[in-house]
């Protein structure tokens, strides 16, 4: 499990992470209103989140937007490095600016990353090339096949062994059409961190020249339309408490995939899950990935799903060692 020093977090802590996670008001005061919610003053709201970035719990807040729905290509990769190489060979991987995230896991594919380029590149030709020039033994591509869901909702307030699963509903999305160059401009601005001051859209709108409303009115649409999944706040999922990242991948028959993955994407404890392909050395085509306080919980997540689906072919691998954790940079 990766080691980390949590902070104390007071009861207040916990009911602004969940806001900032999942209810943030697009507002002109935003955190006037997150006040006004929490029966706090607007620079009391401020002064939390100046600590709570200080203190690393908050890594960044700004617009969520979609890989895909942007035109990018990305992938879950799984390599076999030498055990006493594996630190090297994640470091050179993680140099590439499309690494987002990368993780030592406990399995014989010790190391897991994701890759996304930009449009008009070749996935697999840049693949290759970086698992050559690191030194990778092996590596498996783990596109996503079908996505059942994605979004990071860690419940600050409430034991995740106690969270029930939740009905699934479809949405619906707008076609936007393909990004002109004011759309990418849109997007490089609202994917920088959102700064701590009374007004903190004024000068996002200002370099976009429009008005606040009108950049309001822009969100929406980018929401609507999928290419934006949610404005909100990431958090460090260590430093908040969730020391416990399990990827639990399930060998699910192929004509029960919809209904499996259907099942263990209800689970609020499950932030991502996806379909992804199969290999003779990996015989598992449903992941998803469960975040607990500890390991034990997370285990025990997985049971209850495992008892729900009928399906107790499964593996949990847990990442012993963060390499890199951080948003790609769209269109820079």
């Given at each position: ?7 104390e977090?007071?009861?207040?802590d ?5 806001l900032?996670q ?11 209103a ?43 990769v799984?390599?076999?490095?030498p ?10 991987i ?22 996304a380029i ?6 697999e030709?840049?693949?290759e090339k970086?698992?050559?020039r690191a ?26 062994e ?8 479809k949405?619906?999305?707008k ?12 997007i490089?601005q ?19 020249g ?12 980018f929401?609507?339309t999928?290419l934006?999944?949610?404005f ?6 260590q430093?908040?408490?969730f ?23 209800s ?10 392909p ?11 990935m469960?975040?607990?306080r ?18 107790t072919d ?7 060692k ?11």
């Amino acid at each position: 499990m990766v080691s980390e020093v949590v902070r104390e977090l007071s009861e207040f802590d916990k009911k602004l992470l969940n806001l900032l996670q999942w209810d943030f008001p697009l507002a002109e005061r935003p955190y006037a209103a997150m006040g006004e919610s929490l029966g706090i003053s607007e620079q009391e709201v401020m002064d939390m989140i100046t600590s709570l970035k200080r203190s690393q719990v908050i890594r960044e807040i700004n617009a969520i937007f979609d890989t895909r729905r942007l035109g990018y290509k990305s992938c879950l990769v799984a390599v076999t490095a030498p055990e006493d190489r594996v630190d090297q060979v994640a470091a050179i991987i993680s140099e590439h600016p499309g690494v987002s995230h990368n993780y030592k896991r406990d399995h014989r594919f010790n190391i897991w990353f994701t890759l996304a380029i930009a449009p008009g590149q070749d996935l697999e030709v840049e693949l290759e090339k970086l698992t050559a020039r690191a030194g990778a033994e092996k590596y498996r591509m783990l596109p996503t096949k079908y996505l059942f869901k994605i979004g990071v909702k860690l419940d600050m307030t409430k034991d995740e062994e106690a969270l029930e699963p939740e009905a699934r509903v479809k949405s619906t999305r707008k076609d936007h059409g393909p990004l002109t160059e004011a759309d990418k401009e849109f997007i490089r601005q609202l994917q920088e961190d959102l700064p701590v001051e009374p007004r903190p859209f004024d000068d996002i709108a200002s370099r976009l020249g429009m008005s606040v409303p009108e950049l309001f009115e822009k969100l929406e649409e980018f929401q609507q339309t999928g290419l934006m999944r949610r404005f909100a706040a990431i958090l460090r999922h260590q430093k908040a408490g969730f020391t416990a990242n399990g990827m639990v991948c399930w060998r699910v028959p192929v004509d029960r995939l919809k209904e499996v993955g259907e099942v263990a994407a209800s689970y609020p404890q499950v932030s991502h899950c996806y379909e992804r392909p199969t290999y003779p050395d990996w015989p598992y085509n449903l992941f998803s990935m469960v975040h607990s306080r500890d390991e034990e919980k997370c285990r025990r997540i997985a049971e209850k799903i495992s008892a729900r689906t009928g399906i107790t072919d499964y593996a949990i691998l847990f990442s012993t060692k963060e390499y890199k954790k951080e948003r790609v940079k769209y269109f820079v």
